[in-house]
């Protein structure tokens, strides 16, 4: 999935608790990131088992070619749009496009329970969490400013989309392979790199109703890097049925 940058400058807020300690301030927004990034998840989550547990769910979604690449589509055009164009929503419409945006994300990726055992599905998600938490407490932490690597992992992104797009034609299992190292190493960084981010723009002295939004989009942001390093790993890790 694309990975969109706070690119704008939010305004500065002078009104407000000029009391409040920037740790506090900072606390309050990254509370409101991991707590909406978890809903989302669990959105996910309940979304994908309905689905796979109605064959007519899985008909409806999966054997309509127009449904499936609609959703595909929806997916793309709402990464693209809630960060370059929350400023425009209001804090619930955009906290609404997230969650529709997990509902959908979920009901894509339903088929993994028929890809792989159940039990293969939850070792590699402990897998993920732990990964992620771990890089997400770097980013917090680590004194390195880490703006520099957006770039880097910009090229990268864009240069696995293109393996990933040539693989479709060549089926090649040691490109595939290639892709989900590749893959984990890059959502690995990006998990790192967003945290840091969310813990600047946490820092600003920012009108509330924009930090709230912008909480949104750090969730939003944390929840693909997570999604997207749990399927990458679930690849090397997973094994199919067969």
Known sequence: MDYNQFQQTPP???GGNNSMSLTTQVNTVLRKVYVRM?????????????VAASPAAIAFFFGNKIVYWGMLIAMFVMAWMLPSRYMRMNQGTVLLCFCIFSAIMGTWLAPIFFVYRLGTIVYTLFIT??????????????????????TY????????????????FAHSS???????????LLFV????WDTQMVKRI???NLDPAVSDKLATIGA???????????????????GSRD
């Open 220 to 238: 939003m942001n944390l929840y693909l890097d997570f999604i997207n390093l749990f399927l990458f790993l679930l690849r090397i890790f997973g």
């Open 202 to 204: 946490a820092q600003a």
């Open 129 to 150: 969490a732990g990964t992620f938490g771990a890089m997400s407490v770097y980013g917090y932490f680590t004194k390195r400013d880490l703006s520099k690597m957006g």
């Open 12 to 14: 500065q807020y002078s």
């Open 174 to 184: 040691s490109i595939e392979w290639i892709i989900s190292i590749v893959g984990v």
């Open 38 to 50: 978890f809903i989302g998840l669990l959105i996910s989550a309940f979304c994908a088992l309905g």
């Open 153 to 168: 992992f910009t090229m990268a992104l864009f240069g696995l989309i293109i393996l990933m797009i040539v693989n479709i």
């Open 189 to 192: 960084g990006l998990t790192a």
